[in-house]
Each structure stands twice: as structure tokens, then as C-alpha cells.
């Protein structure tokens, strides 16, 4: 990491150093590109450079067009001589310009509608705003391939939930908004500068094309409902909506299961019912 420039934890920033771990997360963004796929000539969009760790692997694993979104004014020019001199010997000034950007922009401001060509995502997200981040990019990336997040282990655990100790909101909203997720790979904090307090892990999410909105917005109600009381039974929780608890009683027995023991194509299916129901 450059040495005359300090990590601003407002911003959460832990710089990604292990050159193992960057050079993982670059091959799986990259993949298209090693097996020579359709897709290998898609934008990389990098949330989140700072120092241009990662940035220097995803250019070497082939990246013909790089999209770096960056809310740090201190790393713009050091993004910008990397892009130069990591791709002189290929591209003259010109053609580096118009292929490998950067601007200054905080993600949670970046409109992913804005992004008319294919595109595959990457970034090493701040562990604080990370959720946010993921969600909004589900919902908008209406061109993207797939994305790979680094993010706390914790919340990685909620979003590629294995059981119903970590199975909730997050885990239900992601399914419904991607077509697969998987882990990738676990990395501890000294990878980092500075090193974080958690493990942290790389994950891998591909959104789904096609979502109802309103069923979305139905989901997110009924799950803020359910998970209220995590540990309660789902009669004890969704008491208050009676139409909610008529549904949710021809699916399972609301008087013995918890929120974590529905599915989430259950969740699903009574939030299509709800929204179907509740219009008429």
C-alpha cells in the first residue's frame, strides 16, 4: 500500500495485500476470458480500487475494459497511472482512456441501469455498507453476468445460508434475486492493510434476469414481519396481518415452526399469494 496515505475507517477501509487471495478473486472474474467464453470481452466493473491491488490482477488475467468506481478522491490519479502503465505496452494513451476508467462516485449513488454493456462486477466491499451494495446491484444489474464480493464472513454465511442458524432476510431476498451463490473462498485479516477484526470471504452471486418488483416488495414486508422475533413461532410473529397468517396457515403449521424453518420458495409462494390476494 502507498505509504503516504492513510485508511479512513469512515470509510472502511482494509486493503487486500495476499497475492494468492487477489490473484483467486482475478481468475474468477476472469474466467470467461481463460476459456475463451462469449463473454470474455466484457466490462469489469471494480467497486472500490483504492490502491489498485486487485486492479493490477484483473488487468494481467486479461480485462480489455475496466470500469473502477471510486468515493476516494486520493486514489483516482494512482488508478489512473496503473491503467497506463500496466496496459502501455498494448494501447497506446487514446484507446487506455477509453478502456480502463475510473470516477469518482460513491457506489451507494451509482445507478447499475446506467450499464447498457454485459458486465461482470468485483470489488472488496466495506464490510458496513456491503449489504446495500449487493442488494441494490441485484435489483439494477440488469447486464451483469455475475458478480464476486469479498465481504465479512459473517454476512457471507447469511447470504449463502447452509442452515437456520444463519438462514433470514438476507438469505431469502438473495435467493429470490439471484439464479445461483456460492463460496469462493475464506480469507483471514492479516491478507489485509490494516488487518480487519473478522474473516472475511470471497463469494460469488449471479442475478437472476427476470424478478417480479412487487413480489419483492411483499417479501421484504412479510420477512421484516416473520424475523421480528426470530426465535418465536411464525403464529407469534405474523399475528398482527391477518390475511398473512390465513396464507401462511395453508403452507405450514404456523403454531410449531419458526421464521428459519421456512423456505424460502415458501416464503415465495405466500408472497405471490399475498400480493394476489391483497388486490382483490
Not at 477509453?98 to 451509482?110: A, E, H, N, P, S
Not at 483471514?188 to 427476470?210: A, D, G
Amino acid at each position: 500500500m502507498n505509504s503516504k496515505i492513510r485508511t479512513k475507517k469512515s470509510l472502511g477501509q482494509h486493503f487486500l495485500t495476499n497475492k494468492f487471495a487477489l490473484n483467486r478473486i482475478a481468475e474468477s472474474a476472469l474466467l470467461p476470458v481463460l476459456l475463451n467464453d462469449v463473454n470474455a470481452l466484457c466490462q469489469i466493473v471494480e467497486i472500490g480500487p483504492g490502491t489498485g491491488n486487485l486492479t493490477k490482477f484483473l488487468i494481467k488475467h486479461g480485462a480489455k475494459k475496466l470500469l473502477a468506481i471510486e468515493k476516494d478522491q486520493r486514489f483516482i490519479e494512482i488508478i489512473e497511472s496503473i491503467f497506463e502503465s500496466e496496459t502501455g505496452k498494448e494501447k497506446n494513451l487514446e484507446d487506455c482512456k477509453k478502456d480502463y476508467k475510473i470516477i469518482l462516485r460513491d457506489i451507494l449513488d451509482f445507478d447499475w441501469k446506467d450499464l447498457h454493456n454485459k458486465n461482470t462486477v468485483v470489488g472488496n466491499l466495506p464490510y458496513n455498507i456491503s449489504v446495500k451494495i449487493i442488494i441494490n446491484w441485484l435489483k439494477f444489474s440488469n447486464n451483469s453476468n455475475f458478480g464476486i464480493f469479498m465481504v465479512q464472513k459473517e454476512i457471507a454465511q447469511k447470504i449463502i445460508s447452509k442452515n437456520k442458524n444463519t438462514f433470514g432476510r438476507l438469505s431469502i431476498v438473495t435467493d429470490f434475486l439471484s439464479s445461483s451463490k456460492e463460496t469462493l473462498l475464506e480469507i483471514s485479516p492479516n491478507s489485509f492493510s490494516p488487518p480487519p477484526k473478522v474473516m472475511s470471504q470471497v463469494i460469488k452471486i449471479t442475478p437472476k434476469k427476470n424478478f417480479n418488483s412487487m413480489v419483492l416488495e411483499e417479501l421484504d414486508y412479510i420477512t421484516k414481519l416473520c424475523f421480528s422475533k426470530p426465535r418465536k413461532t411464525l403464529k407469534n410473529n405474523i399475528s398482527p396481518d391477518k390475511l398473512l397468517t390465513e396464507i401462511f396457515a395453508k403452507v405450514v403449521d404456523i403454531d410449531k415452526v419458526r421464521p428459519s424453518e421456512v423456505t424460502s420458495i415458501q416464503y415465495q409462494r405466500v408472497a405471490e399469494i399475498y400480493l394476489n390476494e391483497s388486490k382483490s
